[in-house]
């Protein structure tokens, strides 16, 4: 069976991880409650967000995790320039001892807008989603196939801003706030996937150990996140997931 486990923030992944599972089938896992036995799967696919050209730390440490011959397949989605995201998955696969067949990488829209603002962004990114369809199943169809590409090694310092940035990525959390907007409403608590949010002294807190999946951030009802103190303008879901599937595992 189809092991599919995927992370995802606002949803692209997820929503790739299902367009996978409706053509391939398996079981769909949402990595950062997965406690399974990963013997139930004899192929692993992993879909997830590419984090500053390399992999979002639950998904980075997942599969330092995995003890498995399974043959594995990563689909990773990026917003803007994916750029050695693809080796570093690749090679971070094989350090670990899986047997990594493949690593693909397509666009979907940019959900780091608390950093990075992408111009024109609800046409933008309607043009992305629809062409999301065609890109995702010639992907599948590699996967069908089992297609194997080996991708040669990035040379030793081109990882570094992805280090540099992955350490950094706890305190990033203590950039974000609640504004007088929140209702506490619990939302972000709840969809959190480092548990990094709480309830303190009667206001939301957050703590140091932020995976920036930007979750709280886009999500968040009231559009109450605040990020250095700036309000989300452009808040980003992607409309094609029912947003109660988010975080759960879909067998
Ligand atoms: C912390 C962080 C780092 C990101 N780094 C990159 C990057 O290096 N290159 C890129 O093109 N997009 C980057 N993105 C954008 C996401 O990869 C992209 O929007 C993805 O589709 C989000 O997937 P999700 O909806 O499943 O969370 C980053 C997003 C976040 C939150």
């Known amino acids: 069976m189809n092991g599919i486990f995927y992370f995802s923030g606002t949803g692209n992944s997820l929503w790739l991880a299902k367009q996978i599972k409706a053509e391939l089938g398996g079981e769909i896992r949402y990595i950062p409650k997965w406690n399974g036995d990963i013997s139930a799967y004899d192929k692993l696919i992993i ?11 639950p998904v980075f440490e997942f599969m330092t995790t995995l003890k498995t011959d399974a043959p594995l397949w990563i689909v990773m989605n990026y917003g803007g320039a994916a750029g050695s995201a693809a080796k570093f998955a690749y090679h ?8 990594i067949k493949r690593v693909y990488t397509m666009k979907m829209p940019e959900n780091f807008t608390a950093v990075f603002s992408t111009p024109l962004l609800k046409p933008y990114n309607d043009g992305l989603l629809k062409k999301a369809p065609k890109a995702i199943e010639k992907i599948i169809t590699s996967i069908k196939n089992e297609e194997e590409k080996v991708l040669p090694a990035e040379k030793s310092n081109k990882h570094k801003l992805y280090n540099e940035n992955k350490s950094n990525w706890g305190k990033m959390g ?59 303008k452009m808040p980003y879901f992607n409309p094609n997931v029912p947003e109660h599937e988010m975080g759960t595992d879909i067998t």
Not at 47 to 57: A, I
Not at 92 to 99: D, E, F
Request: hydrophobic fraction near 30%; charged fraction near 20%.
């Open 174 to 232: 203590e950039r974000f706030s609640a504004s007088e907007a929140c209702t506490l409403c619990g939302k972000c608590l709840r969809e959190c996937p480092a548990e990094n949010i709480s309830i303190k002294d009667g206001r939301i807190s957050f703590g140091s150990n932020c995976v920036v999946c930007q979750a709280c951030y886009h999500r968040c009802p009231s559009q109450a996140v605040l990020y250095q103190g700036k309000p989300n």
């Open 47 to 57: 879909v997830c967000p590419v984090y500053s050209f390399g992999l979002p730390l």
């Open 92 to 99: 971070h696969a094989k350090k670990c001892g899986l047997c």
